[in-house]
């Protein structure tokens, strides 16, 4: 079925939207980063699910919670000095603290967040820093951390804005004081990296991409495809917004499984209806939930960064992008299949034993996805 290998596919893809955000605290004698990243990204260099059932509990973070910081004490790297890093000069890290998110708490690993905090201290006033970092690039090269700068003990101690390391771009330098190191640095992260990152999420994400195939298989044809993917784009894109501007917030705990619940919807209603069926009314209900979904990996790239309209604008195109190719595709495939004679303009985009087949493939991953976020 369609879309159970959706499901096996999304689970042997690579890693390929890991990311993490950090915020980095300058005061006067110390530094403290508190670094934001995803239970599976840790999994992968450094094994903490010891119960195997796919889910980090609290008690496994505190368990592994020295490596942990070993970790990304090793991989984040401080150092103090003037215009050229000295190996002399690395700062040394001390962990303070590795927790779970208690939101994404029973959750699978690839839905679960921690935070680690650690602390620089320096002696002297360093005229600079540098800062840099390869947090989990040994599985997934493509990892980027959103860091944002504040500098303790000023007038505004708000972030200067967001950089993003990457492979292509490990490190930056911080000139000090902040007056310098605001008029030294760099411009912040290319309106293309928010594109790249929305693309990503949506490519790999098996579940909504259940949910697109199941809207293209209610449409009579393509006009009607256009709407209701019209209507779920909208609806999406007004809760990714409101939730990535900070208007409101939804647990991830409860979104999920009401993510689930549509795609088992979307799949019983295709196989009850006799024949395609107006969907955008449900494209545009469920399209609210999906866009929770969406919101959660922006809002912890992003972190306490103040200007989200850019970002939001930028990974809300890539969705659009990614969504479009992959209905795009799956048109393309199924305008291959023998329709018989069966071909008019309202007989749906599948022929009718195909569209039932695979709407009974996205209702089993639906329940499947529904059971493993609801049972502890």
């Known amino acids: ?33 508190e ?23 609290s008690e496994e973070a505190k368990g592994h919670a020295t490596a942990m910081g070993a970790y990304l004490a090793s991989h984040y790297s401080i150092t103090a000095g003037d215009e050229l890093p000295e190996k002399s000069n690395v700062l040394t890290a ?40 390869s947090l989990f690039r040994e599985t997934s090269p493509g990892h980027k951390d959103f860091a944002e700068l504040a500098h303790a003990g000023t007038t505004d101690d708000a972030p200067d804005r967001i ?28 309106f293309g990296i928010w594109i790249q990152l929305g693309f990503r999420h949506i490519l790999s994400g098996a579940d909504h991409l259940c949910f697109v195939l199941g809207l293209l298989l209610a449409a009579r044809g393509l006009r009607s495809l256009a709407g209701t993917i019209t209507a779920f784009t909208v609806a999406h894109s007004l809760t990714l917004g409101a939730v990535a501007l900070g208007w409101f917030s939804v647990s991830t705990a409860l979104a999920e499984p ?56 930028g990974f809300n195109l890539g969705i659009e992008f990614g969504q479009i190719l992959a209905a795009t595709a799956i048109v393309a495939v199924l305008a291959l299949l023998p329709r018989g004679a069966d071909s ?19 209702a089993m991953a639906g329940l499947f996805w529904l059971g493993a976020r609801l049972l502890p």
């Not at 670094?35 to 509990?57: C, T």
Request: charge should be negative; proline fraction near 7%; hydrophobic fraction near 50%.
């Open 1 to 33: 079925m369609f879309a159970v290998a959706l499901l096996l596919l999304g689970s042997l893809l690579p890693h390929e939207e890991s990311v993490s955000s950090s915020l980095v605290s300058i005061g006067e004698d110390s530094i403290h980063v």
């Open 35 to 57: 670094i934001r990243f995803q239970a599976l990204s840790m999994d992968e260099v450094l094994p903490i699910d010891s119960s195997g059932d796919a889910r980090i509990q």
């Open 94 to 133: 001390t962990l303070l603290e590795v927790a779970l998110d208690e939101e994404t708490l029973g959750l699978d690993i690839d839905r679960q967040w921690l935070t680690a905090r650690l602390e620089y201290p320096f002696s002297g006033a360093p005229s600079s820093l540098w800062i840099d970092v």
């Open 163 to 190: 950089w993003i390391f990457s492979r292509s771009d490990p490190q930056w330098l911080v000139r000090l004081p902040k007056a310098q190191a605001a008029k030294n640095a760099p411009e912040g992260p290319d």
């Open 258 to 313: 009401l993510i689930a619940a549509s795609i088992v919807y979307v799949g019983f209603a295709n196989m009850r209806a006799a024949k395609p069926r107006r969907a955008w009314p449900e494209a545009f209900g469920f399209g609210l939930l999906h866009g929770l979904g969406f919101a959660s990996l922006l809002s912890n790239a992003l972190g306490a960064e103040e200007a989200r309209l850019a970002p939001l604008l």
């Open 344 to 362: 008019s303009d309202e007989s749906g985009l599948a022929p009718p034993a195909v569209a039932r087949f695979l709407s009974l493939g996205i």
